[in-house]
């Protein structure tokens, strides 16, 4: 594969990457392994980011500190295959990318502690930083106009603009696109691709679950594949 007919891998992280979500994971930091039903309740919905700024002022305030979090996340197994899914997407120099509701300090802790941040050329996710009393502040990705995405994020338009950059830098577009998510928030990537590109959902999850709506399906140009681990979603791409 020349350097102008790339292939273009996107993961969704949560649920996909990692076998569960690290947002509701580090809750097994706080004091009796769960979140208080007040602050639950206080959970919006599109404004998921903003809950967790919450939660994690909560553990901060019980004395959960950012390297509190990081241990725990780093008990948070991959999904079942992914790594000999990334040798191989490593091996045969794919782009890999990251399109994630989680944060930066999250997913860094994560494959920094399993040696797979290089294979990832961007990370697309909301931004977090450790303060100086160890507590994790986070923010939102980016605002944007999508009706349909969570207020804080829209992968669509994450996608779009990283293929343009990519045309812009190469002079060419991805041979072919393939997204690989679980959840409804990758729904709107997923109907941005086209009739070459592969959108890979994970089985019996939420985006799984919109797309057995016909209305739905039909959506979607992209040729779907359900995957249940990552020995599914490289065995299709093997096959390219």
Known sequence: MTNDTKLLVAFDFDH???DGNTDTWITKAAPGGDSPKALKDSYVTGHWTQYMGRVLQHLHSEG???SALQQVLQGLPYTAGM???FQHLAQCAAHCIILSDSNTQFIEWI?????????FSKVYTNPARVSDQGQ?????????????CPVNMCKRLILQQHMQQHVLRSQAPYCRVAY????????????????????FVRAGFALDKLLQKPEVACSVQAEIVRWQTGHDILQRLQAL
Request: net charge negative; with cysteine.
């Open 16 to 18: 996909t990457v990692v």
């Open 83 to 85: 790594e000999q899914l």
């Open 111 to 119: 494959l920094q502690d399993r040696g797979h941040s290089s294979l």
């Open 136 to 148: 994790l502040l986070l923010g939102p990705y980016h605002s944007h106009s999508c009706p349909t």
């Open 180 to 199: 690989v998510g679980d959840g409804s928030n990758d729904l709107c990537p997923a109907q941005s691709l086209g009739p070459t590109d592969i959108v």
């Open 64 to 66: 959960v500190d950012a």
